[in-house]
């Protein structure tokens, strides 16, 4: 029996501009779109034809937007770009009253000190946020029905760091703070791909990681 393969490209957002280098989280801000070279080599890099989805975030969608744009201007066409799905499921971490804090501030609040570079536990909460490991509860069901919904075919999937890192987990089956450690960088692409074998009851499934946090570079002409 032949496997159908399901291709996720996750790209993390362009960088968020307008929070002044305070924690932003889920607050709304719109992308730096400034640096075309990047958005030129993922839509070079990225298939043809996929399913696109992004977070309800501004700046995913903008640079969702970016990176069409690149493709046509690529192509040479006026052709409409295909719709995004909105997955608001995608979304980064919901900080609470963390947000619009500066770190040191945030450092402060959690009694760690300014050199201490340690993550803090994903199953750490953030008055009237949510943790890490919530990331991932809300994550795992949207790629396990995307996946479903969109079987064998591409997805391109614009999200965020937190997003990111809960799809590596449920990909590798990690354990939650361990995964906190990947660097995803923005314009980043992360690739994993879903296997599965049969239908129903009797289908087997595994994930392939196929890359994380690879940087936006053209694909080398042959």
């Avoid at 002044?20 to 030129?40: K, N, T, V, W």
């Avoid at 536990?121 to 949510?130: K, V």
């Amino acid at each position: 029996m032949m496997a159908t393969v399901t291709r996720w490209w996750w790209v993390r957002h362009a960088p968020a501009t307008g929070h002044g280098g305070r924690i932003y989280g889920q607050e709304d801000y719109p992308a730096d779109l400034s640096d075309r070279a990047s958005f030129a080599a993922l839509a070079d890099l990225l298939p043809a034809a996929p399913i696109w989805v992004t977070s309800h975030l501004r700046r995913a969608r903008d640079t969702a937007a970016a990176i069409l744009d690149a493709r046509r201007f690529a192509a040479a066409t006026d052709a409409e770009a295909p719709g995004c799905v909105i997955e608001p499921a995608i979304a980064e971490q919901h900080v609470g009253d963390w947000h619009g804090l500066t770190y040191e501030e945030l450092n402060a609040i959690r009694n760690v000190g300014p050199d201490d570079f340690q993550l803090w536990p994903a199953s750490e909460c953030p008055p009237n946020g949510e943790s890490f490991l919530d990331v991932i509860a809300r994550v795992d069901p949207a790629v396990t029905r995307l996946t479903a919904a969109h079987r064998g075919r591409d997805i391109v999937a614009i999200g965020h760091g937190g997003s990111i890192r809960a799809a590596l987990a449920i990909a590798l089956g990690a354990e939650a703070q361990r995964v906190m450690s990947f660097a995803i960088d923005n314009c980043s692409l992360t690739r994993l791909d879903h296997i599965q074998n049969g239908d129903g009851a009797g289908a087997q499934s595994c994930w392939r990681v196929v890359g994380v946090n690879l940087p936006p570079r053209a694909k080398a002409s042959s």
